[in-house]
């Protein structure tokens, strides 16, 4: 284990070898909790199925193998959804006379001060600067304390958790946490509206995505990683452990078309809250899991990065942005709320007119300079997707209108939305390119336009589409992929491929009616997960390599996103 936060996901890392993997061996090194197998030559890894419960295998040369189950408790127990702050594995003896290592070497405070560690009968007790936890387990903890080799004769149980006794025996409790765990996931799976096609892939996603809501608050993090950079040595590395609305809006949207409600509700509760807190309608882009708005950036200076490659951001300035699309996205992804029948808590009249100061500011906004989705640092521009996500606001508005019967609400917001329509076509068009700019000020192209399919801005078969679609192709695929933009930014001019785009592209290409070309496209991107079947951020065009945080929501809402719109129906399976 490399990698974990506590208390929350954007919490302080109590493993943090994935950016400092360069001391790994060393004596000094810290930041994992390593299970090891003597002599290991073949590691091999899988999920249990329909679960996000690892299985890790490990064989030498002469036979002698183990096993480790790694999951994070997650059951129903006492009328309520038992998830502590706890890791737990299990280490099973598989074949032959195995003998295996503990590496316990937790950080704190961002590697920045030493973890006081105390040894007693049954566990080992870590202070850490944000809480103290225990390590309980039946495995010895003198062999433990001293990274001893030692044979494995039987089962070995560990629950890593908040500082408290572990009251239960711990080989049953441990073993009944692993199956309640496994039972709990796939049922949440059994009531997924998959498609019949690419189902594996369809629901790793899915299980994923869920990983990245934070269940206290419903808040959805963009990627569970920071600081893996988007290219070699580029310095985009940045933290991501956040609630981006945007990347949450994708999400649950994505979520949705597979019928998981559960991710939307308590999405609405967390954005109900953000809302209520906004001044005069103003949306930050982001903010912390617990709705915090303030996520000052620095740099953790004694973490080397990922590879080596720094620096390592915790915290992220773009909340200070101003960025447009988000009146936009909290619109879309709350208007369901006031049409979905199935929903526990269905939306009404405060929520709409809490809405309403979102779509005020959007109406006042959209025309305006910001920094767009792609978070431009020392640049301003009148961004075309910005300005039609604020056209979403009030469009949907209308809708939500309808939806309770308000018929001179919708007019007025239906009116405001036509209005902005036509001054975004005729600000944004350019004649020469037939092609809609990436900003009003000039030429510029963008592959954020190819979502005005399915932001119902723009039609398949409307000229400013398809001429769109051209522009983009000429000037930002690469083979397969599709880049962001290619003009220079803060950083130069951009490496790696961004994957959701290359996505966007899947669906423009299949809606347009090149369907064989958007499914050989899909299957390709496909073959680039990696063997958990995930996708980070990033891509390298030329090598192949994924870059960027890991697991990226974005990339993950593409899977799902394509493979619903490109798979055949399940009547054709019959």
Partial sequence: MIWACVPRVDGDPVFSALIDDSAYD???ARGFWAIELEGCVKVEQHYIRNTPVLVTRQSDDHGNAIETYDFSPRHKAKGRMYRPVAFARVVRPVAGSPRIRIRLRPTTSWNSEAVPITYGSNHVRMVLAYMAMRLSTNAPIGLISQESWFRLERDAHFFLGPDESFSDALRPAVERMLDDTIHEWQMWVRGLAIPPEWQEAVIRSAITLKLCQHEETGAIVAALTTSIPEHADSGRNWDYRYCWVRDAYYTVEALNRLGALDVLESYLEYLRNIVDGARGGHIQPLYDVRGNATLTEWEADKLPGYRGMGPVRVGNAAYEQIQHDAYGQIVLSSVQGFIDQRLLRMAGMADFEALEAVGERAWKVYDQPDAGLWELRTRAHVHSYSAVMCWAACDRLAHAAKALDM?????HWQDRADTMHARIVNAAWRPDSQAISANFEDDARDASLLQLLDLRFLTAEDPMFTGTLKALEADLRRGNDMLRYSAPDDFGEPVTAFNVCTFWLIE???????????????DEM???????????????????????????TYSLVGIINCAVLLSKPWSACR
Avoid at 407 to 411: A, F, L, Q
Avoid at 512 to 517: C, I, N
């Fill in 26 to 28: 060393a004596p000094d």
């Fill in 526 to 552: 496909l073959s680039r997960r990696t063997a958990a079947g995930l996708l980070s951020e990033d891509i390298d065009p030329n090598t192949g390599e994924l870059w960027g945080n890991y697991p990226q």
């Fill in 508 to 522: 423009a290409l299949y809606r347009t009616g090149r369907r064989d070309e958007a499914r050989t496209l899909f």
């Fill in 407 to 411: 018929p001179e609400r919708e007019r």
